[in-house]
Each structure stands twice: as structure tokens, then as C-alpha cells.
């Protein structure tokens, strides 16, 4: 495979699609799916998008998207303009060299560059993604893929944290086919609502429960252990995003496995993660590592310390969920990802690629040369905000 490019223009759009239903977590409240489209062009005319979908409030990561526009125009794309790459590697060296944090900016530039190499290749980005891996030694046990992908359904704090209408919502999630239910939880909102849910979806329906970093081990120890009743999968970032060790003594205190999501930055985190048994799941975000440069070797690290994992998204559009999608119908992922139909957010046809889920929860990996978008519906939803030759 060339993964040879030479990136001779760069656009950013601005999107703004509307969620159907605004949605909360522990940090906050989002109204719209707000994001910046980045288009890479090479010097023979071909092209390739990727998203940077951070929230518009910093209650998740320190990035918001008017900080990523900056970074994005002052930063990262002064770096790769004009210049020749010989490797996604090498791509990723220019723009992690010398840059603390800021990977959703990262994030943009990396899949669109992934999304140009499937282009000038003419490959799905699952082949992509598994002729890296082969490369980096990953057992071939590994590398098989699935056609479809399982789709799990993530549920806000509803409006007057109302226990009747989260046990509805995840009795309609359920009875639409969708193979999980998570739901947020935060200090107040947990044991009752996830004990609530549980009774309406049995106690063999594939559950967990998101805190966001919500919790601080010393005053919660006790919540997270009464919570072990409930028979959940896992606990979702229950602690502060920047401390594994806490995590570790946590996964020490509770019978239900720990998971990492927003602690999860880099593989140098993942390393400290397992030498500090911080965690037996992990939650892989190509948004939250900067990349599938990164994520591919978190997964082989993962894979050779027997951690279980799962793809997440934030939720970003259609068209930043592709390579995840793909990514995701790998062997090693063992839960039902964060990918919902763009149905489950957005009103029809607002989405920049349509996702569709089936009755049975899956959600067939494409088969089109990376994203297979072509620019198109940036026009009707989004807005050209810069231009780099």
C-alpha cells in the first residue's frame, strides 16, 4: 500500500446538526451536534474528510470546538501544508511533535489522511486498519473482521431526572433491537435509577453505567459498592479523568470491572493503565486519542495484556463514525459499541452519512473506499469557515 501523500490544500467547514432530543451527561447539556469537517486535498486532486467533534463546553475534555478551529488554523495545519508524507507514522509525528493534548484537532487531520490513503488505494478502511496492524505484530486472531457491528444504546439524565421515563426510553431501546443499554449516572442520580432500569430490562440484558468522571473514590466507594447489586458489565469512568490510581484502588474495592474512557489519552497512558491495573475494559475513541494512528496501537497493547475493549464515539456525525465502524468489527472489540443509527440523534437526512441499524442491533460495516463521502451535503449542512493553499 502507498502511504505516500503530498497535502496540497486544506478546507474547514463548520456543521451544526440538531439532536432530536438535547442530551445530558454528568458535565452538561448539548443541544447540537456542533463540529469542524476537515478536507484534505493532495496534489493529484484527491481527497479525504475527517471530524473534529469535541463538545462546545470544556465538561468533557479540555478542547471545545472554537479552541479547536484555532489550533487546527495556527497550529496543526501549518505543520503538514505543502508537505510531502511518506507514512501515516510519519503524519503523526508532525503533529504530535512538541503538542501537549488538543487530540480531537489532531483527530481531524489524522482520519482525513487515513480517508485519502483509502482513496488513492481504492481500500475499505477495515483493510487499512488491518494491513497496519499486521505490520505492527498483531496476533491474526486479531485481525478477523465482522461484517456488522453490535449498536448500544447510551442514555442521558432525563429532564426531572424522571425514574419513569429513563425505565421507558431503555424499554424502547431494547424493544427496537439495540444489543446494550448504558445510561449517565452522577452523585444522587445512580443506584436507584440503575436499579430501576435493571428491572425493566432483566437481569441478563447486556447493561452498564457512565459516571464521566463524576465521582471521587473517598466519598463514593460505598455508591460503586452498592451498585455492585445491580449486575452491570462494567462501571464507566466513574473517577476523574487524570487519575488512574484511583481507578485501580477502585477496581480493588468492587466486584464489577472498572472501565477507562476520558483517562484513556494516549498509549503512554495505556501503559501506566496496566501497570497500575487501573482497569479490565477500556473504551478506544479515535476522537479522544488523536487518531487511528494511536488507537491501532492501543488495541495491540490491549490485545496482548488481555484487556477487554469497545469502541466509543462522542457521539461524532455519520462521518466521523466510519472509521470507527470500522475499526470496531475487529475480533477483539468485545462489547457492543457507542455507534447508534444517526436516527437516534438527528431528524432524517440530517446526518452527513446516514447510519441505519437493523432489527437485531447491527450495523453493516460499508464497504466503500474509506468514508465514501464526497463533499456533497457539506454544502446543505454545514458552511466553508477556511482555506489553505
Not at 496543526?76 to 503523526?92: C, H, K, T
Amino acid at each position: 500500500m502507498d502511504q505516500c501523500c503530498t497535502i496540497d490544500r486544506i478546507e474547514l467547514y463548520e456543521i451544526a446538526i440538531p439532536f432530536r432530543i438535547p442530551f445530558e451527561i454528568s458535565g452538561g447539556v448539548s443541544h447540537y451536534r456542533r463540529s469542524i469537517v476537515v478536507k484534505l486535498t493532495d496534489k493529484d486532486g484527491c481527497s479525504g474528510y475527517g471530524e473534529a467533534a469535541p463538545f462546545e463546553q470544556p465538561f468533557y475534555s479540555s478542547e471545545i470546538v472554537d479552541t479547536t478551529v484555532v489550533v487546527l488554523e495556527k497550529v496543526l495545519i501549518p505543520r503538514i501544508l505543502g508537505r510531502s508524507f511518506s507514512s501515516v507514522e510519519e503524519l503523526n509525528l508532525a503533529l504530535n511533535e512538541g503538542i501537549r493534548g488538543n487530540h480531537f484537532a489532531k483527530a481531524s487531520l489524522e482520519t482525513a489522511y487515513w480517508d485519502l490513503l483509502a482513496q488513492r488505494n481504492q481500500k475499505t478502511f477495515v483493510s487499512l486498519i488491518k494491513e497496519m496492524l499486521a505490520a505492527m505484530g498483531v496476533a491474526p486472531e486479531f485481525l478477523v473482521e465482522r461484517d456488522v457491528i453490535e449498536s448500544g444504546v447510551s442514555i442521558g439524565i432525563p429532564k426531572n431526572l424522571d425514574l419513569g421515563i429513563l425505565q421507558e426510553q431503555a424499554a424502547e431501546f431494547a424493544a427496537e433491537g439495540y444489543r446494550r443499554v448504558k445510561i449517565k449516572i452522577r452523585p444522587g442520580w445512580d443506584v436507584q435509577p440503575a436499579k430501576a432500569v435493571r428491572r425493566q430490562i432483566g437481569d441478563d440484558f447486556p447493561f452498564w453505567l457512565d459516571g464521566n468522571g463524576a465521582y471521587n473514590l473517598p466519598e463514593h466507594a460505598g455508591v460503586f459498592q452498592a451498585l455492585d447489586e445491580v449486575g452491570c458489565l462494567f462501571y464507566e469512568q466513574p473517577l476523574a479523568h487524570n487519575d488512574l490510581w484511583q481507578h485501580s484502588k477502585l477496581s480493588r474495592l468492587v466486584e464489577t470491572p472498572v472501565c477507562l474512557d476520558e483517562s484513556l489519552e494516549s498509549f503512554s497512558l495505556a501503559q501506566s493503565a496496566v501497570e497500575m491495573k487501573a482497569a479490565a475494559v477500556w473504551n478506544i475513541k479515535l476522537q479522544r486519542v488523536g487518531g487511528l494512528w494511536e488507537a491501532l496501537q492501543i488495541y495491540k497493547l490491549a490485545m496482548e495484556q488481555g484487556i477487554k475493549i469497545w469502541g466509543g464515539t462522542m457521539p461524532e456525525s455519520g462521518l466521523g463514525a466510519m472509521p470507527m465502524i470500522a475499526f470496531a468489527s475487529l475480533s477483539g472489540f468485545a462489547y457492543p459499541s457507542d455507534i447508534e443509527p444517526s436516527s437516534r440523534w438527528y431528524e432524517a437526512g440530517q446526518d452527513l452519512i446516514e447510519l441505519h441499524m437493523d432489527e437485531a442491533g447491527c450495523i453493516k460495516v460499508p464497504q466503500c473506499f474509506g468514508t465514501g463521502f464526497d463533499g456533497s451535503r457539506l454544502k446543505e449542512i454545514g458552511k466553508r469557515i477556511a482555506e489553505f493553499r
